[in-house]
């Protein structure tokens, strides 16, 4: 069975930094493309970034030079490091995994809430 866990989310102080992590299991993780997808509310769903499985990133114009995206083959696990928080990233955070063909169903984990005090 397909699952996705993220942890890492939590309370943190406008400048401040959290890290994010999705273990996944039940997938051929090297193969997939991995993603992290936030939600604020009242706001539809947004790509915060991506990495394929060659290592090819892919982020939001709003977080680019503050987040990073990594993975760990060996562990199955995709990560998402966040520095220069700002209140506007509150959300709920998603960690995706996306087959890399045009038919392809995504994977979802249950998300992991991050909060930034203004």
């Known amino acids: 069975q397909v699952q996705l866990v993220e942890s890492g989310g939590g309370l943190v102080q406008a400048g401040g930094s959290l890290r994010l992590s999705c273990a996944a299991s039940g997938i051929i993780f090297s193969m997939y493309t991995m993603g992290w997808y936030r939600q604020a509310p009242g706001k539809q769903r947004e790509l915060v970034a991506s990495?394929?499985?060659?290592?090819?990133?892919n982020y939001a114009d709003s977080v680019k030079g503050r987040f990073t995206i990594s993975r760990g083959n060996v562990k199955n696990t995709v990560y998402l490091q966040m520095n220069s928080l700002k209140s506007e990233d509150t959300a709920i955070y998603y960690c995706n995994a996306n087959w890399p063909t045009p038919a392809a169903v995504p994977y979802w984990g249950q998300g992991t809430q991050v909060t930034v005090s203004s």
């Open positions: 990495i394929t499985s060659g290592g090819i990133t």
